[in-house]
T-cell receptor, first 114, second 110 residues
Framework: KAGVTQTPRYLIKTRGQQVTLSCSPI?????VSWYQQTPGQGLQFLFE???????NKGNFPGRFSGRQFSNSRSEMNVSTLELGDSALYLC?????????????FGPGTRLTVL | GENVEQHPSTLSVQEGDSAVIKCTYS??????FPWYKQELGKRPQLIID?????GEKKDQRIAVTLNKTAKHFSLHITETQPEDSAVYFC?????????FGGGTRLMVKP
C-alpha cells in the first residue's frame, strides 16, 4: 500500500496570507490527524478527523482549521499567517478514530512564514 | 489536559552500550503509551507501545516499562547501533489525542 502523502512538501508565505495543506491517508484508513512540529515545542496535536467530522481539537487558535472529504483525504487551513506558524506540519492516518490506533505519518509540509 | 515531560533531551552513547529515555505524564487516566522514532529528515514511525494493563513489553533490543503509580514510563535500547541514532518521542493518551514529549536526540557513536 502507498504511504501517507502530503502536498505541497514546501511552502513559503508572508505574514497575513492563508495557506491550505493537503493529506492523503493510506488506503482504507478513515482517521486523519494533524500535528505541528517545531524545534521548541516538539510535536503538538492540532485536530483529528474521522468520517468527515472533527473528533478532537488541540489547543490552537481558530485560525487553524481543517476538513475531511468522503474519500478520507484531509485539508488543513491556516489563515492570517504569523511568523510563529513556521513549522513542519505532519498528518497521520490510522484505521479507526482515537489515539489508541497506530499513527502512520506523512512526510510533512514545511511551511515558512516570512 | 495531559502534560508529558521527556528526559534527557540529548543522549550520546557508544555503540554497544544501552540507552534509557524517561517520560512522565500528568493525567492518571492515560492508558496508552507509544514511542515513535524519527530519523533525520524522515517521518516519525511507531517502534513500540504499551498499554496500562502491562508493566513491561519487549521487542528484540527495545523494551518499554511502565509505572502507573509513579506515572512514568521508559524506553530501553540495548546493544545500541549507529542506525539507532534518531529523535525518539514518547506519548501518552487517555484515548482522545496523543500528547507527545519534547523528544530525545540519541546519538550512537561508532
Amino acid at each position: 500500500k502507498a504511504g501517507v502523502t502530503q502536498t505541497p512538501r514546501y511552502l513559503i508565505k508572508t505574514r497575513g496570507q492563508q495557506v491550505t495543506l493537503s493529506c492523503s491517508p493510506i488506503s482504507g484508513h478513515r482517521s486523519v490527524s494533524w500535528y505541528q512540529q517545531t524545534p521548541g515545542q516538539g510535536l503538538q496535536f492540532l485536530f483529528e478527523y474521522f468520517s468527515e467530522t472533527q473528533r478532537n481539537k488541540g489547543n490552537f487558535p481558530g485560525r487553524f482549521s481543517g476538513r475531511q472529504f468522503s474519500n478520507s483525504r484531509s485539508e488543513m487551513n491556516v489563515s492570517t499567517l504569523e511568523l510563529g506558524d513556521s513549522a513542519l506540519y505532519l498528518c497521520a492516518s490510522s484505521l479507526e478514530a482515537g489515539a489508541f490506533n497506530e499513527q502512520f505519518f506523512g512526510p510533512g509540509t514545511r511551511l515558512t512564514v516570512l | 489536559g495531559e502534560n508529558v515531560e521527556q528526559h534527557p533531551s540529548t543522549l550520546s552513547v557508544q555503540e554497544g552500550d544501552s540507552a534509557v529515555i524517561k517520560c512522565t505524564y500528568s493525567d492518571s487516566a492515560s492508558n496508552y503509551f507509544p514511542w515513535y522514532k524519527q530519523e533525520l529528515g524522515k517521518r516519525p514511525q511507531l517502534i513500540i507501545d504499551i498499554r496500562s494493563n502491562v508493566g513491561e513489553k519487549k521487542d528484540q533490543r527495545i523494551a518499554v516499562t511502565l509505572n502507573k503509580t509513579a506515572k512514568h514510563f521508559s524506553l530501553h535500547i540495548t546493544e545500541t547501533q549507529p542506525e539507532d541514532s534518531a529523535v525518539y518521542f514518547c506519548a501518552a493518551t487517555a484515548g482522545n489525542m496523543l500528547t507527545f514529549g519534547g523528544g530525545t536526540r540519541l546519538m550512537v557513536k561508532p
